[in-house]
C-alpha cells in the first residue's frame, strides 16, 4: 500500500489527537507557497520588465539638484539671508554628491556582472554614501559660517523626499 499525501496523514493525525494544528497549517502553507510560485518564462520576464520600467539613478540626482536649487531660491526669497540660502544648498549636497557617488557606482560595469556582484557593489556603494553623508554632516559647521541647522535639514528632508517621488514615477 502506498502513502497516503502529506496532507492527509496530517489532517489523521490531528483527528487522533497525534498533532498540533500549527504545525499541520505550517505544511499547508509552505505546499500552497511551493505550488503558487514558478519561474518565469523569459518572455513572461521581458513583459514584466517592459511594464514596470526603471529610473535612472541619474535622473532621480538631478531632480535632487533641482528641487534644492528650488528650495534654496525659496529660502533666499522669503527670509532674503545668505546664512540661510548656503545651509539649505549643503544641506542639499549632503544627499546629492553621495546619491551621485552610488548612481555612479551602481551604473557602472562592474555592478552588473552577475547577481551576486550587483548586490555586494549595492551594499558597497550604500555604505560609501552613508559614510560620505555623515562626513560632510561633521564637515558642515566648518564649511558653512555661520550654519543654520534648520535650513540644512530642511535641504537633506526636501531632497531625500525625491526617493519617494521616484518610486511614484515608477509606478505610472
Do not use: N
Not at 529660502?75 to 544641506?91: I, K, N, Q, T
Not at 549632503?94 to 548586490?119: D, I, K, Q, Y
Not at 555586494?120 to 553623508?133: M, P, Q
Amino acid at each position: 500500500m502506498g502513502q497516503a499525501p502529506t496532507a492527509v496523514r496530517r489532517a489523521a493525525a490531528m483527528r487522533h489527537g497525534d498533532g498540533d494544528h500549527a504545525t499541520a497549517r505550517r505544511g499547508d502553507d509552505e505546499r500552497d507557497e511551493a505550488q503558487a510560485w514558478r519561474p518565469l518564462t523569459r518572455h513572461e520576464a521581458e513583459a514584466l520588465r517592459a511594464s514596470r520600467p526603471s529610473i535612472s539613478p541619474w535622473r532621480v540626482v538631478g531632480v535632487q539638484v533641482v528641487v534644492g536649487l528650488l528650495l534654496a531660491m525659496l529660502v533666499g526669497g522669503v527670509f532674503g539671508d545668505r546664512a540661510l540660502v548656503w545651509s539649505a544648498l549643503y544641506g542639499a549636497a549632503v544627499v546629492v554628491l553621495p546619491g551621485a557617488l552610488m548612481a555612479r557606482g551602481m551604473t557602472s560595469p562592474l555592478g552588473r556582472a552577475s547577481p551576486g556582484a550587483g548586490a555586494v557593489s549595492f551594499v558597497l556603494w550604500e555604505l560609501v554614501k552613508i559614510a560620505v553623508a555623515v562626513g560632510m554632516l561633521m564637515l558642515a559647521p566648518r564649511l558653512v559660517q555661520p550654519l543654520s541647522w534648520p535650513a540644512l535639514l530642511a535641504g537633506l528632508v526636501v531632497c531625500v523626499k525625491v526617493y519617494w517621488i521616484a518610486l511614484l514615477w515608477r509606478g505610472r
